[in-house]
């Protein structure tokens, strides 16, 4: 079946043009006016009123992530499905090995776990320690199955977290294979003794989570990441920046033309730490690492994505159930850290970036779908409408209104902590890979997802 998409305005970084687009058997074909095709086994959509634009790509999602409350509430399957219904065509995950185990047995069995997915898949890979060994099987996951993210965790020291000689022999092997770290910058040894100081004090509330964790400890990591980098000659990318402390260090490494790209979330940009202030069932589904900042942080990050500091928006997705999060009801360090937002990327963007005037259209695609696909080499694959392309497109209806609900979202969680928040925009048609999985906001069809193996230079 081929797909004729006629009067949309198709939307890229640089610029929005009217264009009809033609996908034959799941590839984009041609983009143009006008576009004439025999009606014989041609579905047509039609796009007026509509922005067209390549599917969402999701850099940073944990499905089905284990953690000391059980799994995260979202599996494979109703998180992709989740993503797919707010226009999010692939998601990059996580492999995190036990510690002792071998990471190249762990991205299989991760790989096998990712194939329900109803979106295409990429998969970070975790050293959790340095061994003799982990260099080899960091290079067999590159060589072998195209991994080319790796993710270093510079807090949870006691689980899964490395120090500073193991992250540079990471960033070492990294850098000869020419792929890119990724990490999670919080200084984890100076936050575990906080988090133990505040509740050996008896202050185990939730606030005392965000707390434990304050801004300076992220940009000082920030920085030593930085710096680790730069000596490992190794391309850099941080997760989920939530201060505008570590934006300095970000802007002056790109001013030194660093390879260094950050990441933020819809809830940094959007929250702040009053979400703390408040009942435990309140404020327990906010609690995230990095925690939730001030007012100003949201300013500087919405202006840190307008002016291209931050190349991408992820949404760290990691929902937990509220039963999941009452583990931690008389002590703080027990609450599960995540909240979900896999579903709501696009329509919070749309909502409170687009039609708020904080960035453009084209900014939006591209921190959603082009710069996470240049960066994560899926481009031109994904990322963009183009000849050639894989057909993920996103039909997005800028007119319904809506409200967030729990009750009514596709996460499974019985929490959102965008619940009651206003939206304006709606993914009314989704394509994968050529075929019309979402029709009027519903999914329609269940495609399969692939692995992303991204060919070894
Ligand atoms: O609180 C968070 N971010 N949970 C997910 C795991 C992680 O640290 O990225
Ligand atoms: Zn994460």
């Not at 999670?184 to 989570?209: P, W």
């Not at 609450?335 to 990327?345: K, S, T, Y």
Request: charged letters at 25%.
């Amino acid at each position: 079946m081929n797909i004729l998409i006629k009067n949309g305005a198709l939307v890229s970084p640089e610029k929005t043009v009217f264009s009809d687009v033609f996908i034959r058997d799941g590839i984009i074909e041609r983009i143009g006016k006008n576009i004439q095709v025999p009606e014989k086994n041609c579905e047509t959509i039609d796009a007026t009123g509509c922005f067209l634009m390549p599917g969402a790509i999701d850099p940073h999602v944990h499905l089905n992530l284990p953690s000391g409350q059980g799994f995260s509430s979202d599996d494979f399957v109703s998180g992709s499905k989740a993503a797919l219904l707010g226009g999010t065509t692939s998601i990059i995950d996580f492999v995190t090995p036990k510690r002792g185990q071998s990471v190249y047995d762990a991205f299989l069995e991760r790989k096998k776990e990712a194939a329900k997915s109803l979106i295409d898949y990429k998969l970070h890979v975790s050293p959790v320690e340095w061994l003799p060994r982990t260099a080899e099987e960091l290079e067999r996951c590159y060589y072998e199955e195209g991994v080319s993210s790796f993710k270093i965790y510079m807090a949870y020291k006691s689980s899964i977290g490395i120090n500073d000689g193991a992250i540079l022999q990471v960033m070492k092997t990294v850098a000869r294979l020419g792929g890119i770290v990724t990490v999670h910058c919080e200084m984890g040894n100076e936050i575990d003794i906080l988090r133990d100081q505040y509740f050996k004090a008896g202050k185990t509330s939730v606030k005392y989570h965000a707390l434990s964790r304050p801004p300076e400890m992220e940009a000082m990591a920030v920085k030593r990441a930085i710096d680790l980098a730069k000596k490992a000659d190794c391309s850099l990318y941080i997760v989920h920046v939530s201060s505008r402390l570590s934006l300095e260090h970000i802007r002056k490494a790109q001013s030194g033309l660093q390879p260094v790209y950050a990441e933020t979330c819809p809830q940094y940009l959007l929250y702040t730490d009053k979400k703390y202030q408040g009942k435990f069932e309140q404020t327990a589904p906010c609690v995230m690492s990095p925690p939730l900042r001030k007012r100003a942080d949201n300013i500087a990050l919405w202006q840190a994505l307008a002016d291209g500091t931050i190349q991408t928006v992820g949404t760290d997705h990691c929902p937990f159930s509220l039963e999941q999060k009452k583990a931690g009801l008389s002590d703080f360090r027990k609450i599960p850290n995540g909240a979900g937002g896999i579903e709501h990327r696009l329509e919070l963007l749309y909502s409170y970036g687009v039609l708020k005037k904080k960035i453009s259209i084209n900014r939006l695609v591209d921190m959603i779908s082009t710069q996470p696909a240049k960066i994560f080499g899926l481009f031109p694959r994904k990322g963009t409408i183009s000849p050639g392309s894989d057909a993920d497109i996103i039909v997005w209806n800028p007119e319904p209104a809506r409200t967030i609900s729990a009750k009514s979202h596709h996460q499974n969680a019985d929490i959102n902590i965008y619940e009651g928040t206003n939206i304006y925009g709606q993914a009314k048609y989704v394509l994968s890979k050529g075929m019309l999985a979402v029709n009027h906001g519903k999914l329609v069809k269940q495609v399969k997802g692939f692995y992303l193996y991204q060919k070894a230079e």
